[in-house]
């Protein structure tokens, strides 16, 4: 689809910023800003996150390795991809993902790939989250979890996953949406015919 970006709107400009609340898990600034029009808004509330990180794993018998976790803000225990934030200086994306693949579910290996860039809400968060596809992963350990998670480890087949999906069991939207996208590419895969 052909974009003119000589249309699109132009971004904001920053008058002011100041930090209210700066703590690892809860960050919050006020910007002053000017639109391009020329209104201000005074207090614009922006939420700071370092990246987030998640991951479609499937293992070498074809099955995606899923987890489940309480989640306080909902109160639920649900169904969601393995998962964690990109804290640690010197790590890559990459290197993060695969760690936690490997302390929530034990699983590692395979072969990765960049899959999908998602944004839980882009007007008022600065992260991004960075989904990878791992394929061809196995076993290869314990969980390594951290003393506040209780995590279980679901592998189930494309089938099964659907079915969640159609089901409202993935209530995750920045898991749901990934899931989304690998199940209809392997639909959109050619059928393997015997000779």
Not at 4 to 17: C, G, Q, R
Not at 62 to 86: C, M, N, T, W
Not at 89 to 95: A, M, R, S
């Amino acid at each position: 689809m052909a974009m003119n970006k000589h249309t699109d709107p132009e971004p904001w400009e920053v008058i002011e910023s100041r930090y209210l609340h700066k703590e690892p898990w809860l960050t919050m600034r006020k910007d002053s800003v000017r639109l391009p029009n020329g209104k201000n808004i005074d207090d614009f509330y922006v939420w700071e996150y370092p990246p987030w990180l998640n991951v479609i794993a499937i293992t070498q018998n074809d099955e995606i390795v899923l987890i489940r976790q309480y989640r306080h803000g909902i109160g639920k225990v649900s169904f969601e991809l393995p998962a964690g934030v990109h804290d640690k200086p010197g790590e890559t994306l990459l290197d993060a993902a695969k760690r936690e693949l490997l302390e929530e579910t034990g699983y590692g290996g395979g072969t990765w790939t960049k899959w999908m860039e998602l944004s839980a809400n882009p007007a008022l968060q600065t992260n991004i989250t960075h989904t990878f596809l791992a394929t061809g992963v196995s076993k290869i350990s314990k969980q390594k979890l951290d003393e506040t998670e209780e995590i279980t480890v679901h592998p189930m087949t494309s089938q099964e996953l659907a079915a969640l999906v159609e089901q409202g069991e993935i209530i995750q939207a920045l898991h749901a949406a990934p899931i989304i996208k690998y199940l209809c590419s392997r639909q959109s895969q050619p059928e393997e015919h015997s000779p």
